[in-house]
T-cell receptor, first 116, second 115 residues
Framework: KAGVTQTPRYLIKTRGQQVTLSCSPI?????VSWYQQTPGQGLQFLFEYFSETQRNKGNFPGRFSGRQFSNSRSEMNVSTLELGDSALYLC???????????????FGQGTRLTVV | AQSVAQPEDQVNVAEGNPLTVKCTYSVSGNPYLFWYVQYPNRGLQFLLK??????LVKGSYGFEAEFNKSQTSFHLKKPSALVSDSALYFC?????????????FGTGTRLKVLA
């Protein structure tokens, strides 16, 4: 069974540009979450999607957005990149049903974004 | 606010010795608890979870964790540490009925197992 796949693995962008990151969840998983990981802030929750609907959103500015497609694949977009957006962006999928909380998340290897 | 605390940034242990990585939580309601491990330049890997039942749960790679409701703790343990266990460990909670499906993570504990 294939794991969570994130593309690209590494990305270098210039301040002011925008970027789109992609995540393919494990087959059958309908919940996809995104996290930002930095040495200083740890793991920060960005948003979570279930069956194409955003169920939860973290405390990030509107420059950070996401979406989920009917095949559960998800993308996140960051517009007007800032130096502080440099981080490892992690995607996770889980076999959630509606109202289900007891499932573990499976993480991709992440996309390392460097903003210069 | 719901939170998870991992009080130690780093834990050092000699190979072959038992290890403990601490986690406490502060939530309203009955949480589900998880442990993850992260190796350099990799995503997080699931180790184990507590949902209900026996307070001692066993997981991957010989790890286990003890749920203590009165102390709101969920410490990760292993009877005999290996050098290959050296990694970053995260505790997480999920709280049914909290209005959010997100996993709330601790800040992580770096485990160093010395040969």
């Amino acid at each position: 069974k294939a794991g969570v796949t994130q593309t690209p693995r590494y990305l270098i962008k210039t301040r002011g540009q925008q970027v789109t990151l992609s995540c393919s969840p494990i087959s059958g998983h309908r919940s996809v979450s995104w996290y930002q990981q930095t040495p200083g802030q740890g793991l920060q929750f960005l948003f979570e999607y279930f069956s194409e609907t955003q169920r939860n959103k973290g405390n990030f500015p509107g420059r950070f957005s996401g979406r989920q497609f009917s095949n559960s694949r998800s993308e996140m977009n960051v517009s007007t990149l800032e130096l502080g957006d440099s981080a490892l962006y992690l995607c996770a999928s889980s076999l959630d049903g509606r109202g289900q909380f007891n499932t573990e998340a499976f993480f991709g290897q992440g996309t390392r974004l460097t903003v210069v | 606010a719901q939170s998870v605390a991992q009080p130690e940034d780093q834990v050092n242990v000699a190979e072959g010795n038992p290890l403990t990585v601490k986690c406490t939580y502060s939530v309203s309601g009955n949480p589900y608890l998880f442990w993850y491990v992260q190796y350099p330049n990799r995503g997080l890997q699931f180790l184990l979870k507590y949902i209900t039942g026996d307070n001692l749960v066993k997981g991957s790679y010989g790890f286990e964790a003890e749920f203590n409701k009165s102390q709101t703790s969920f410490h990760l343990k292993k009877p005999s540490a290996l050098v290959s266990d050296s990694a970053l460990y995260f505790c997480a909670v999920r709280v049914p009925g909290s209005g959010t499906y997100k996993y709330i993570f601790g800040t992580g504990t770096r485990l160093k197992v010395l040969a």
